[in-house]
């Protein structure tokens, strides 16, 4: 069989710009595909961050028709992803794409123009296709930003020769987001209006995205089996339940990978000292660091609680907000990085002003302080609303960090609750998502670690040993596109 040919289009990708775990999958998985023998490429803005003078720029620029906007152009940088020959591109539109932050204004705002932008990404990146001269089998389309070129793909380039072996996969990493805009956008979209209904692209009298590439992807997948069932219940399909249940036959479970290369108390250059499963000394030695680097009073007999987040409604942190003083009523300390919502600001920053002894928490994003985070803590804390498949906790794992979870989505199907008789398990689950029940949780855990060391001994030991390994996943996607094109082709 000849090699499959895939474009994998995203809105992030590390290390050129993140703001979750979509990055890291965008970054990785590639690589993975790569060494399975598949002629993987990338392609995602040139965000104002991503340094120019360390990429190549193409000569020829690109021209997007942007319908009722006109001709756009951008330019085209070609670099690669890190430790790999797996070329990215990056489409440079100083107009869309040169502001610092990658989808909302410094208020927690999406910026107006996100539908221009996103088009642009989508329909610039057939024309990269082109360019290249790149015929791909598949056009591996990631959350709704790139998800209405699963539209585009059935329609614009319906009967376009250089298409006509292409089939389209979407990944749902996240269905809350969905890119939901003003109708007018089928005419920057430049389609027939009859794709304007119910079905399709319509919801709520304007245009989902999301919701498009739903009815037209020739498979679709989302990154747990956990979420992929429980996406199809109104509790958390966030009303495309209805339109993700008709595809049924075509949806699939994939669990992401851990890049074991970034994440590897083994091997991190961030952490005070490596340690590993059979040698725990340098975890003392990171946690020692973490309370310095935090300002916590330095205690070796103290369980940290970590926690690295999107501070969002979606990680349940306004459950966290209601139980934490409750949880810092025990012998504990937490430590927190993570920036979002406004409100989580304010809040956080102030209980670290009353509780300087227990609490600490930096505002923003920072990689060496997740790492540190990951190493230096005894348990880290999840207690999403819902979560698709989450990287944190699978880090966790490895870095002997034993996770306290909700029972949702991948967090579900990657952490077994610790069994006292047995002592079984991995971490500490809840499965109802208040804050009696993540104050009980974070209790038995904290209880746990003073009161029975041989359980929290199996359960860091059997949490360093689990393996969510890209190589698995990454064949799981090559089965995927397969399918992908079966679909297309027997339809
Ligand atoms: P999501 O993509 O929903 O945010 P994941 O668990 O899949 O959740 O991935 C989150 C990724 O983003 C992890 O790699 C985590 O370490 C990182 N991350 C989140 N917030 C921050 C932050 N404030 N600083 C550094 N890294 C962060
Ligand atoms: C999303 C999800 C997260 C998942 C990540 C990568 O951001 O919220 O659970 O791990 O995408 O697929």
Known sequence: MKDLKVLIVASECVPFAKTGGLADVVGTLPKYLKKAGVDVRVVIPRYYKIDRTKLTKHHEPLGVNMGTIGEQWCGVYEGVLPNSDVPIYFLDHENYFG???????????????????????????????????????????????????????????????????????????????????????????????????????????????????????????????GYVREIQTSEYGYELDGVIRDRFDSLYGILNGCDYDEWNPKKDKYIAQNYSRKNLDGKKVCKEDLQKTFNLPIRDDVPIIGMVTRLVHQKGIDVVAEAIENILSLDVQMVLVGNGEVWAHFYFGDIMARYPHKFACFIGYNEALAHKVEAGSDFFLMPSRFEPCGLNQMYSLKYGTVPIVRATGGLDD??????????????????????????????????????????????????????????????????????????????
Request: charged share 25%; with cysteine; net charge neutral.
């Open 414 to 491: 990657t952490v077994v609750n610790f069994d006292e008789k047995k002592l079984k398990g991995t971490g500490f689950k809840f499965y109802q998502l208040d804050s009696n029940s993540l104050y009980n949780t974070v209790g038995w855990a904290v209880y746990t670690y003073y009161n029975n060391k041989k359980g929290m001994e199996k359960l860091i030991n059997r949490g360093m040993k689990q393996k969510f390994t890209w190589e698995e996943s990454a064949q799981k996607y090559i089965d995927l596109y397969h399918d992908a094109i079966n679909k297309k082709f027997e339809s």
């Open 99 to 225: 502001r610092e932050n990658l989808y909302t204004e410094h208020h927690g705002e999406g910026f107006l123009d996100n539908d221009n932008r996103f088009v642009f990404l989508s329909k610039a990146s057939f024309i990269l296709c082109k360019m290249l001269n790149f015929q791909p089998d598949i056009i591996h389309t990631n959350d709704w930003h790139s998800a209405i070129m699963t539209v585009l793909l059935n329609t614009l380039y319906k009967d376009d020769p250089f298409f006509s072996k292409t089939a389209s996969v979407l990944t749902i990493h996240n269905m809350q987001y969905q890119g939901i805009f003003y109708k007018g956008i089928m005419d920057v979209l430049g389609i027939d209006w009859k794709h304007f209904n119910y079905l399709e692209l319509e919801f709520k009298d304007c245009v989902n995205f999301l919701k498009g590439g739903i009815y037209h992807a020739n498979a679709i997948n989302s990154v747990s089996e």
